[in-house]
């Protein structure tokens, strides 16, 4: 009986002292989680602003890119424009074209609006062209 008598009184020391260390793991694994959560906490809000200065950045990157395409679509434009309306070919065609309806260098003068010197040129290649060119030939 002595033995039994002194187990019940160690049965509520020994509980008082498992509920203590309880207690104390169940403060410090609270306390772990609250770091856990704050530094979790901290990797999202670096997270975030880098995803937010990526996306700004890319955002910007597209901005430009577009008003690059802009440009090269002016320029396209442009360069056709010039290419269609290129006064020289005008000329040039229209004094070869004139030539061979018979004017003369003054009238591509003042039709076509190219120099004398342009016109004499024009007016020699274009009836040189039309005139025969002298073949050789083998006599066999």
Excluded at 12 to 28: E, H
Excluded at 46 to 70: A, F, N, P, T
């Amino acid at each position: 009986m002595y033995i039994s008598l002194s187990f019940a009184y160690l049965i509520p020391i020994i509980s008082s002292v498992l509920v203590a260390l309880l207690s104390v793991y169940i403060v410090k694994l609270k306390r772990s989680i609250m770091q856990s959560e704050k530094r979790t906490a901290n990797m999202v809000d670096d997270l975030s602003k880098e995803v937010q200065g990526i996306s700004h950045g890319s955002m910007g990157m597209g901005r430009k890119v577009l008003s690059m395409e802009r440009k090269i679509e002016e320029l396209e434009s442009t360069i056709e424009e010039i290419q269609k309306n290129d006064p020289s070919k005008v000329s040039y065609s229209e004094a070869a074209r004139l030539v061979e309806l018979g004017a003369g260098v003054e009238d591509l003068m003042n039709s076509c609006g190219i120099s004398r010197p342009e016109a004499e040129l024009v007016s020699a290649l274009t009836t040189s062209k039309n005139t025969d060119i002298p073949t050789l030939t083998t006599n066999s």
